[in-house]
């Protein structure tokens, strides 16, 4: 063993630059690993939560609902009532969340026509507890829609009188080219109160969590679900939406089950070239061992020993430039979920292990010239 290990100490010394440029090889293999496995989680993180900003894409609305006149008017005067939505999260085996209430209907204010709209807390399935979509609204405020808030020339912080009674206004909303602006949306409670109507609501809004594409048919499985809590209920799936959101996130998960095992293949490739230019070069050396009655096993422990130190010198490198790359980098990409890039201790432990059997497999073929070459016909070309 101590014969090895000074035979590969020798060596590595002796052909110095194909010994750190395979180095470099694995390192680069190690922190692209490690980059891509520490960003991964934040990347598919990230394509969700913006993909479910988007906004809802599942309404579920009254059966006596007309659906000619939710195209027309936005929403339906047919109410029903509220505790349908705690139903609906505590059904078993469901592929929705992010549920809200609503009810919103028509009023005249100032001379002009809104749509008052309130809104109830965010409820999740249970189990699967997520951050709101929704608006947080406080109790006695609301938010006014950019036409609205233009045309009545109110800004946060006044008051507006809404049937009789008078709230503050938390914010003027951004101009959105829908019928937001000319919405104020109040807390569901006060709303309620407001239009005499407690207890009721007119919609409830969703998210679908199935991500499938519109080929695959979501809404089928969605009304299905929905039909056992709520029969009779109308299931309305936004399917442009929902095709849009499942297809950016399957080319996010294509992109990162594409991204890694390219550049192992590069980095196999670079080691496995080099690891043969040594076999190339060392032929010589090994006719010499050889010859002087050392056996095969002795050239090909040499070689792997070769490729296991490279590759353990290789994590030792590359595990921290690549922790440091993410980190750093992280923040730069991921606006909201940055957070989860975070040093891994458990995955230094897999790289030390991996990248010699990474390494080892990649000389491999060198590995079986080397031991299968006649020593004779070695020195007699030589």
Known sequence: MRALVRMLIAEASF?????????????????AATVVDLTQEAAQRETRRVTRDIG?????????ADLESIWLEGFSEHTFPEESIERLAAAK?????????????KIEIGGTTAVLTGISDEIHAVGSKKNPMAPVISRGTVHVGHHLATT?????????????????VARA??????????????????????????????????IDCLCLTAAENPAAQLREEIARTLPGAQVVLLSEMADARAKQRRMAERY??????????????????LAALTYVESRFEIGI???????????????LGRALLIGLLGAAVGFPIGNIIAIEVAPTIFTVTASAVKLEPGLFLLALAAAPLFAMASSIIPTMQAVAQDPAEILRQE
Not at 15 to 23: A, N, Q, W
Not at 258 to 268: I, Q, T, W
Not at 289 to 303: D, I, K, P, T
């Open 56 to 64: 809802f894409n599942l309404r579920i609305i009254p059966e006596e």
């Open 15 to 31: 052909r110095r630059g194909s010994f750190i440029l395979s180095v470099v090889a694995v390192a680069i293999a190690v922190l």
């Open 152 to 168: 009545l020339r109110i800004s946060g912080g006044d008051r507006i009188e809404i049937l009789g009674e008078s709230l503050e």
């Open 256 to 273: 990162a089950r594409f991204l890694l095992p390219l550049v192992l293949m590069v980095s196999a490739l670079w080691v496995g070239i």
């Open 289 to 303: 061992l050889r010859a002087l009655g050392h056996e095969s096993s002795m050239v090909g422990a040499l070689f």
């Open 93 to 105: 085996q469901i592929s929705y969340n992010h549920l809200i209430a609503l009810l919103q209907q």
């Open 173 to 206: 909303m951004p101009e959105s080219g829908t019928i937001d602006d000319i919405r104020i949306i109040g807390t569901l409670a006060d709303v309620q109160r407001l239009l005499a109507m407690e207890g009721e609501i007119n919609e409830i809004k969703a």
